[in-house]
Every structure is written in C-alpha cells, then in structure tokens.
C-alpha cells in the first residue's frame, strides 16, 4: 500500500504551482488557437451589419474604416464608407469606446 503525502506547506505549493502552470499553458495555447476564427468572425458580423444599413457595394467597407476620436468623453465614431463602382454610395457609423 502506498504511503500518503505528509500535507506540508511545501508540498501545496508546488501541487498549485503545477495547476497554475498547466491552466495557464492551456489558456494561452487555447488563445492562440482561437484568435483567428474569432476575428473572422467578428468581421463577417459586422460586414453583415453594415450590409443592413447602405445600399450593395461592391468595396471591402472594413478596409477603408477611419476613426474620428472625441477629446471631450473618450468615445469614437468609426466610419464604414461604401462603394460601388469607385462611386460613394452610403458610409455606415459606428460609435465605439476607445
């Protein structure tokens, strides 16, 4: 029969230091793996947004997104301009937190 571990205050802290390390290896590597699919994402969302609100285009509007930031609050407006055919045809705005 195996002996059980004395619990000493060396023995918890390796035994966390072991599961802090594993979680935050895993965690990182999950991250890494994820970022991309997650920005994908997050941009197929918001051309089907801004395909809501301007007429067909035929531009990539997220390409030529500009910012204008607000000295006053913090805040920002994000422009979305839309072309079709090199002829501006509706800009969708976006307020956003900077």
Do not use: H, Q
Request: proline letters at 4%; charged letters at 20%; hydrophobic letters at 45%.
């Amino acid at each position: 029969m195996a002996s059980k571990t004395e619990s000493t205050l060396r023995n918890m802290l390796l035994a966390l230091l072991v599961v802090s390390l594993v979680s935050a290896t895993t965690l990182g590597y999950v991250y890494e793996f994820t970022k991309g699919p997650i920005a994908a994402a997050k941009l197929k969302k918001k051309i089907a947004a801004i395909k809501k609100v301007v007429p067909e285009f035929t531009n990539n509007p997220n390409a030529d997104m500009y910012k204008i930031v607000s000295d006053i609050e913090g805040d920002s407006l994000e422009f979305y301009p839309a072309y079709k055919d090199s002829v501006l045809i509706g800009t969708a705005i976006v307020k956003g937190i900077c």
